[in-house]
């Protein structure tokens, strides 16, 4: 799972309506965003217990009206996003669950009930690991081998729509200007301090042409200062209350801490440069010793003097040559 502040920093994230709107219109399948009338969002309460694994399951969930075949209904489509930092090929069997304890939430608050129909649901992994993602996206590939054709009907479907941020390139989140494509191009970013200082001057840029600036730029900082904080970043983050405001601050910060980086890497290169030296020297002394010891009669003791080891390393090198 996701670092806690990783976690509780895109929890705040989503849980306002626009990055809601942001991440579906940027990045989920546009026939899907087409049907969804944004404006009636509508945040709901995601936390439950569930029986199987016995822990609370916190992931967003909104509901939103949409327009099918040309007609608005009063139809409900509940987005789940689970955030994960490293791939779990288990995400269908789990979805699989959530679901099915959220719609068993649902007919317990009696939001709807059996006669009135369960509403649809899409859930979403928000995804932003190392490695590429690999789990099947739906429960039905996890089955093998795959059953005959009588028994497939009856096997159970589940499957949820996948956001990776690692797969986006620099250039396709460029086409996407909103603050959700700048905070995952700050995530792409936090492992090259030069390509973090990019990313968090376009997500300024971002905030400063956004209609609502003030809004945007407070939940982004809020935002990001926990990701700088799970970064371990060397920020003074007391003195970071607004991203656009502390631009020049913030950024000053991030160069330091890249420059005390490089200092760092460069006595560590320093450090194993040295011990490597004096390791291949220590090995010469050693090669040189065991020539002398093979090739000559001289005792341990004029060896030593002359290759600068010690009596008892010329001993032991002796002993292992008998062996």
């Given amino acids: 799972m996701a670092s806690q502040h990783h976690d509780t920093g895109y929890k705040e994230l989503f849980s306002h309506p626009e990055f809601v709107q942001q991440l579906i219109e940027g990045f989920a399948p546009a026939e899907i965003a087409a049907l969804m009338d944004f404006t009636t969002l509508r945040h709901h309460n995601g936390h ?35 955030f994960q930092s490293s791939v779990d090929r288990t995400m269908p069997i789990r979805l699989m669950h959530y679901v099915a304890c959220f719609y068993s939430e649902l007919l317990k608050q009696k939001v709807t009930t059996p006669s009135q129909g369960l509403p649809p649901v899409f859930p979403v992994v928000l995804y932003n690991g190392v490695d590429r993602w690999a789990a099947p996206l739906d429960v039905y590939r996890m089955i093998a081998p795959e059953p005959p054709s009588f028994l497939q009907v009856y096997q159970p479907h589940l499957r949820y729509y996948l956001v990776d941020e690692g797969r986006y390139t620099d250039e396709e989140l460029g086409l996407v200007q909103t603050p959700l494509s700048g905070v995952f191009s700050v995530e792409k970013a936090s492992k090259d301090r030069r390509s973090l200082q990019q990313a968090v001057d376009r997500i300024v840029a971002i905030i400063q ?48 801490w890249a420059e005390k980086e490089r200092q760092e890497g460069r006595q560590e290169g320093l ?9 291949r020297a220590l090995e010469e002394k050693r090669n040189t010793a065991r020539n002398l010891i093979a090739r000559t009669e001289m005792e341990d003791q004029m060896i030593a003097e002359i290759t600068g080891l010690a009596v008892e390393e010329v001993s032991q090198l002796r002993s292992e040559d008998k062996h």
């Fill in 271 to 279: 450090q194993e440069g040295r011990q490597k030296a004096e390791q």
């Fill in 48 to 82: 439950y217990i569930t029986p199987m694994f016995e822990e609370k399951i916190e992931d967003v969930v909104w509901s939103v009206e949409v327009t099918w075949d040309g007609v608005a209904q009063e139809v409900y489509l509940y987005i789940l996003l689970e």
């Fill in 209 to 256: 042409s956004d209609p609502n600036k003030d809004r945007i730029d407070a939940i982004i900082t809020r935002w990001l200062k926990r990701h700088l904080q799970r970064l371990g970043a060397e920020v003074n983050l007391d003195r970071l209350n607004s991203l656009v405001e502390d631009k020049d601050m913030l950024a000053e910060n991030l160069q330091n």
